[in-house]
C-alpha cells in the first residue's frame, strides 16, 4: 500500500491552509493509502478541541470532519514535542487523541520511509 506523509507547520491563524492540509490527508485515507500526519510548528495548535471543532477553511470545509476520516481509516498522527512545550499544548489538551510525540528525528525517519510527502 503507498504512503504518504503529510507535514503541517501552518496553524490556526491560516485556517484555509490548515484544513486543506487535512482534507488531502483524509482523501489519501478514504483512497487507501497509509497517511501519516506531522504537525510542527504552529500547527500542534490545532489539535487542541476547540480549534479542531471550530476551524473551517474557505472551500476546504472543516477540519473536525477531515480529522475524523484520518483517525477513522487508520491515519497516524504525530505532534512535535517541542512545539507543543514552546505553545502551552500539553497532555490535557491531546487527551484521547491517537498521536505521538515526535522530534526531528521522527520527521527524518517518517520523511525517508513514506513514498511521498507532502508539506503545508
Not at 17 to 25: I, N, W
Not at 70 to 83: C, K, Q, W
Given at each position: ?18 484544513t486543506?492540509?487535512?482534507f ?10 497509509e ?6 510548528g ?79
Amino acid at each position: 500500500m503507498p504512503s504518504l506523509l503529510v507535514h503541517i507547520t501552518c496553524g490556526p491563524e491560516n485556517p484555509t491552509k490548515a484544513t486543506l492540509a487535512f482534507f488531502v490527508a483524509a482523501a489519501a485515507v478514504e483512497a487507501g493509502h497509509e497517511v501519516h500526519v506531522f504537525l510542527a510548528g504552529d500547527a500542534v495548535q490545532l489539535l487542541r478541541e476547540p480549534v479542531r471543532n471550530a476551524l473551517v477553511g474557505l472551500g476546504t470545509g472543516a477540519l473536525n470532519e477531515h480529522y475524523l476520516k484520518i483517525i477513522a481509516g487508520g491515519g497516524r498522527l504525530y505532534l512535535s514535542g517541542g512545539s507543543c512545550a514552546a505553545r502551552g499544548v500539553t497532555d490535557h489538551d491531546l487527551q484521547g487523541l491517537p498521536h505521538e510525540k515526535g522530534a526531528p528525528p521522527t520527521l527524518v525517519q517518517l520523511v525517508m520511509e513514506c513514498d511521498r510527502s507532502i508539506v503545508y
